[in-house]
């Protein structure tokens, strides 16, 4: 079975719902293909924790016993799950404590366990990553797209350091393109003299307490002011144009608060201290629920609680489908640019955050319009509606990727220029 895609879920703090977002977001993918959920926040066994059912093996008995990670997966039981409707979901769980070497694994046992994840038998995968940045998440996370982000109205701090995770993912790729093992300078001219100058350049954009190059965007416009419509400088802009960002607003509390407490600073943090240029898009938002907290103590999943659907008529069910069809596409969109203003993009030495802000402004208040009455079941399958859009319209390298690319492969990907975008018809949603 070919992985359709490999979705990581991230947040820059812990305390937003991550984990509890996680796992009814795979629940939900499973009614559309097999699932598999893996806990890679290794040091609190979360997923275990918040799921009341007997766990056979798990990444010990990977690390430690080397049985297939395949073997590690567990499936909903018949006290959880008695009429199999959640047959496709399965999770591997963290260790039952804290063991160093499986929360804190090195190069080798994270190249054995990228590997093993690559193969597993599923459509989707769901990747529940450790709360902040650092090797063990950011070499699970894809190299062009954020995967999707979690943050809060009730967390500041954890939105700003969401960007980090956007910033982190970007530089990372940077450096990987203008590496000295990079095929890149062999398809310029003096490849060996831009190696120095690129590189210096990463480094004081990287550097928080340099503000000589303070984002991304004045990176690309210093680059094309110094060499011109150069390979180097198209390379970097298309990095940068190309890269793309998901989030999911849990815990939401309304438009305002939420714009304002969560949407405005994250887009802030971004195109002031990353780049304007990224694409950003909101899945959707997870309302606060007295539900999921009680069903969270009570280690059952919000989405297995018992839930009465409305009857509709045929005809109301066919004008709904298109109705959500709609809905499904808002601010999805790319944004249209005139040939000029694709190119002043590229000179423009001040990032446009308010088009960032009008933009997810219009798309919040649009979403809230027509799913201000949801309740959470509707939250997360709408979020998992719009994953499953975009994954069927876009480059699988969008959002999250069809595997977990080692350094190497990205490279050799990149350079065979393999991925080609699907299309769509935006018109015929409007």
Known sequence: MAIKRIIPVSSGKGGVGKTTFAINFALALSRHGRTILVDLDTGTSAIRNAIDVPTGKDLYHFFRKGEPLADCVTQLDDKLDPERRWRNFGFIAGPLHLIEEITNFGPAHKARLIAAINTLPADYIVLDMRAGLDANVIDFLPFSNSGILIFTPHLPSATLAASDIVKAILFRKLRLIFSKDSPFFTTVGNGLNFFKLINDLIDKVEDVYD????????????????????????????????????????LFNGVENS???????????????????????????????????????????????????????????????????????IGMEPPKKSESAAAATAASPEPSLDDHLSRQLATLKTMFDQKKDDDYYANFDYVTQRTLFSMKNRRPSELGDVRIYTPEEMLASLFAKSNVPTTIDWSELE
């Open 211 to 250: 503000s000589s190059v303070p984002n991304l965007d004045a990176f690309a416009l210093d680059l094309a002011q110094n060499l011109g419509d150069h390979a180097i400088t198209r390379t970097v802009q298309n990095t940068i144009d190309e890269f793309r960002v998901h989030y999911v607003l849990n």
């Open 259 to 329: 714009f304002n407490t969560a949407v405005r600073p994250f887009l802030d943090n971004l195109t002031r201290n990353v780049s304007a240029r990224c694409g950003v898009t909101n899945l959707g938002w997870i309302t606060r629920s007295d539900a999921i907290h009680t069903a969270n103590c009570n280690r059952l999943p919000a989405l297995l609680l018992p839930h009465l659907k409305k009857k509709t008529t045929r005809a109301d069910r066919y004008a709904q489908e298109l109705e959500d069809l709609r809905m499904t596409a």
